[in-house]
């Protein structure tokens, strides 16, 4: 490809290549190789290009030879105005900082002349404050003059233009100058408060030592002081506030507090006022409401007869406060009757205490609304000390009424049919069925009878506790008609009578009320065919209370009384009749407060919580005989209805005696919650009996049932002079069920128990069994009646645990199929027992499959 490209296109692209630097077009041109012997002809033809184009710069330069001169010449003469702008700059500089200097020499002149100015106007203000100065000077001389001569008020007046002067010095009044004469005029004004002070004493004068005081309109000193102008003297320096306080100070101190305060030997201070002169007198024991307002009334009188309203007002208000407190302390609260006997003397009181209240609204007094007050809560601080004095005498009454001791009876009459223990045909049934080896006939029916018999008791042992509601029982006691006993609403949190910290197991209250029912007797296993024949049976039982009930009953009865008083025609329109509705809250609060307190008095009784339960009854007894009395008289009264008793009354003490009848069932079941939890520690001691027989732990379990049984004596003893027999009984019954419940547990949980064993653990059932001798009771025939399965929930069951602990597998299987041992215990038991007393055998299998066959019959 080389061969087709000339040296001339060769030199061709490559001058093209440096004038334009543009590249060759045609692609065999750029894509040839140039070769050695292209070389010459590429340099001559470059020779030739270069000097074609110093020809064209030559020709070039000829023709433009006159304008480039031109533009020489135009440079040049630029040259030499830049060269004369560069002088005239250096002129202006040189110019400019010779007119820095003439500016500075300016403005140091201009601050000499501000300087001077300055001076002369400090030197003008100078002079002026110099001026004033003297001015202040001489007003003070003329101030001292004046208070010489005994113008006090123009020495007062040219103080104040001292004061207004001060102002106007400015700066100025920071200078020795001015601090000298402010000192002068402190003393000048020391000196007039001196002398007002001398003349408001001449004035008002108050004689300690003497306990007197002088009230005078006039002095005479240098000239005649008037005591107007000296009360206007104090206002203009501002100090009558401040010797009104010192006069009420000094006043109170000498003779207010003197008449008003009552002195330990009960006696106050009389005062005598001749002409201008009120002085103490002598002691007196006129403590009487009437005569001390009389002294108040003249007091005010002395005091707005000789002073200027401009002081009486002001002292007014300083005094009242004083008077109103004491008097209402000393005199008013002690002047309340506590009885309805008092009452018009009080109202005659109120009476003179507004008179008083009117009269110094007159002389335009302020202060003496408060007893404008207290007479319109005369009334509600009435019915407040009624209920203080009432709170007061409790306290005063319990302490001592606890300690007397009373016997009451109650008489109830209850409706029972035949087959009730209580019957009077009862007795014969039950010796014909006290034979266990009867024939029970169907065990089905016998089974259901017996269940009954025991839910029975267990439901007496429950209300023991307060966890079933008491039955209504028709009855009449000494104190009340037919009632109807009800359980006992919770308390209210914020009652007095609440828990005290009592357990949560004793906040179910006990009332041994219904008497406890006999089993439903059979008669050769069928039960016994009789029509339930009611009948009515009294029934007295005599019980121990304090003589605090009664002593409440008596407040209660009085509160009544008052009511009916306040109500009368010569009473209704007193200041407190309005209070009379007031008294029925009394009642509660009396029965809060015996509930707070009883723990208190009763502490140091053996039997306090027994105590506090026939209380409780007693105190319940009495408080429905007053409704029921209440209700019938207040259908023949003359009061509104909604002041009668029977209307206000009854509707509390209703919900009180609810209360006060569980507070007492929660004393009753705390004290046996007590007594058991004391049975149980003693059977605690034997650890379940497991070798009772082995020395010397047989001893520790001799011990755990001797003094379980020796306990049980020891709380009837306690006991039986405090309730009545009903209860004493069912409570003992409580307490022996507790003990034959504990031991039944421990033997039934033994599981092997030696012959030994047996023989001990049969010793004590027998031990155990001599508790009925607390539930025998003699017959009016002379005989002895054992009533200890009617109250003791499971003597049956001990007595069977006795039989098969000494007896054998005949024995008990005679027992089971029978006898009633099935209704007692169950079949896990009876098989645990014969498990623990028999060694294996076939006899042993038989007769226990034999009494799980005939167990789910």
Excluded at 104 to 109: F, H, I, L
Excluded at 299 to 328: D, F, G, H, Q
Aim: hydrophobic residues 35%; charged residues 30%.
């Amino acid at each position: 490809m080389s061969s087709k490209v000339s040296h001339k296109q060769f030199g061709d692209a490559i001058l093209q290549s440096a004038e334009h630097g543009s590249f060759p077009q045609d692609g065999d041109v750029a894509s040839a190789t140039v070769p050695s012997s292209a070389l010459p002809e590429l340099l001559e033809t470059v020779s030739k290009a270069r000097e074609d184009a110093r020809d064209e710069v030559r020709k070039v330069s000829r023709d433009a030879a006159s304008d480039v001169d031109e533009w020489i010449s135009q440079a040049r003469k630029l040259q030499v105005d830049i060269k004369r702008s560069q002088d005239t700059a250096k002129e202006i500089v040189q110019h400019a900082e010779e007119g820095k200097a003439n500016t500075s020499r300016v403005q140091d002149a201009a601050s000499k002349v501000g300087l001077l100015n300055n001076e002369i106007a400090y030197n003008e203000s100078l002079a002026q404050v110099i001026e004033q100065l003297r001015d202040i000077s001489m007003l003070l001389d003329s101030a001292q003059d004046a208070t010489v001569r005994g113008h006090v008020m123009y020495a007062i007046e040219r103080l104040e233009d001292v004061d207004g002067a001060f102002k106007s010095l400015g700066r100025f009044g920071n200078t020795r100058v001015a601090a000298v004469l402010k000192g002068k005029e402190a003393q000048m004004r020391r000196s007039i408060v001196d002398v007002l002070t001398e003349s408001w004493s001449g004035l008002l004068e108050v004689d300690a030592v003497n306990n007197k005081v002088s009230l005078k309109e006039t002095i005479e000193r240098q000239t005649t002081i008037e005591v107007n102008a000296v009360v206007e003297q104090l206002e203009k320096l501002g100090l009558l506030d401040k010797f009104v306080n010192q006069f009420n100070r000094d006043f109170d101190k000498t003779i207010l507090s003197r008449r008003l305060v009552i002195s330990q030997d009960q006696v106050v201070t009389a005062f005598d006022i001749q002409g201008d002169d009120l002085q103490l007198t002598r002691p007196v024991n006129d403590r009487s409401v009437k005569a001390t307002l009389e002294d108040i009334h003249r007091i005010a009188e002395y005091l707005s007869t000789r002073l200027p309203p401009r002081i009486t007002l002001p002292l007014s208000a300083k005094l009242m406060p004083i008077i109103v407190s004491r008097l209402i302390k000393e005199y008013l609260l002690p002047a309340v009757p506590t009885s309805t006997d008092g009452v018009q003397d009080f109202q005659e009181n109120l009476s003179y205490v507004l008179g008083l209240v009117e009269y110094l609204d007159e002389l335009g007094w302020t202060g003496q609304n408060q007893l404008s007050e207290w007479v319109d809560r005369s009334a509600e601080i009435w019915l407040a000390k009624q209920k203080e004095n009432a709170i007061a005498k409790v306290q005063t009454l319990f302490p001592k009424q606890v300690k007397i001791k009373k016997n009451v009876e109650r008489v109830e009459t209850q409706v029972i049919t035949k087959g009730d223990a209580l019957h009077p045909a009862q007795d014969v049934q039950d010796e014909q069925d006290n034979d266990w080896g009867a024939d029970w006939g169907e065990e089905d029916e016998a089974k259901e009878d017996k269940t009954s018999a025991v839910q029975e008791v267990e439901e007496e042992d429950l209300s023991a506790w307060g966890l079933e509601e008491d039955e209504p029982v028709s009855n009449t006691t000494s104190e009340s008609k037919a009632r109807e006993k009800e359980p006992a609403d919770e308390e209210d949190a914020e009652d007095w009578g609440g828990d005290w910290g009592e357990d949560e197991d004793a906040k179910s209250a006990p009332s041994p009320q219904a008497h406890t029912k006999s089993p439903p007797r059979k008669t050769n296993g069928q039960p016994a065919q009789q029509q339930p024949t009611e009948q009515h049976v009294t029934l007295r039982e005599t019980y121990t209370v304090t003589a605090i009930p009664d002593s409440i009953i008596e407040i209660i009865q009085q509160v009544i009384a008052d009511v009916q008083t306040l109500n009368k025609p010569e009473l209704v329109k007193s200041a407190i009749s309005p209070a009379s509705g007031g008294l029925f809250a009394i009642p509660s609060l009396l029965l809060a407060m015996y509930r707070a307190t009883a723990p208190l008095h009763y502490s140091s009784d053996v039997a306090a919580n027994m105590l506090v339960y026939n209380d409780c009854e007693r105190l319940s007894d009495r408080l429905r005989t007053l409704i029921q009395e209440q209700a019938d008289k207040d259908q023949a009264s003359t009061l509104p209805r909604l002041l009668q008793p029977s209307h206000r009354l009854a509707p509390k003490l209703e919900a009180d005696i609810r209360t006060i009848d569980g507070f007492g069932r929660r004393a009753y079941g705390k004290e046996m919650e007590s007594q058991r939890q004391i049975i149980r520690d003693h059977l605690e001691d034997a650890q379940g009996f497991q070798g009772c027989t082995n020395v010397p732990f047989a001893t520790v379990c001799d011990d755990a049932i001797a003094t379980t049984i020796d306990r049980i004596g020891d709380v009837k003893r306690q006991w039986q002079n405090i309730v009545s027999q009903r209860v004493l009984v069912q409570s003992l019954g409580s307490l022996v069920s507790t003990a034959f419940t504990k031991f039944i547990n421990d033997v039934l949980d033994m599981s092997d128990i030696a012959e030994d064993e047996s023989r001990k653990l049969h010793s004590y059932c027998m031990s155990l069994g001599t508790l009925n001798q607390h539930f025998q009771i003699q017959e009016e025939t002379g005989e002895i009646r054992d009533t200890s399965s009617l109250y003791i929930q499971n003597w049956f069951r001990l007595q069977y645990l006795g039989e098969i602990l000494d007896g054998s597998l005949a024995d008990i299987k005679f027992m089971w199929n029978d006898s009633e041992l099935k209704l007692e215990m169950g079949a896990d038991e009876v098989v645990g027992l014969i498990e623990a007393l028999f060694a294996p055998s076939d006899l042993r299998r038989r007769a226990i499959a034999d009494i799980r066959r005939t167990s789910m019959q």
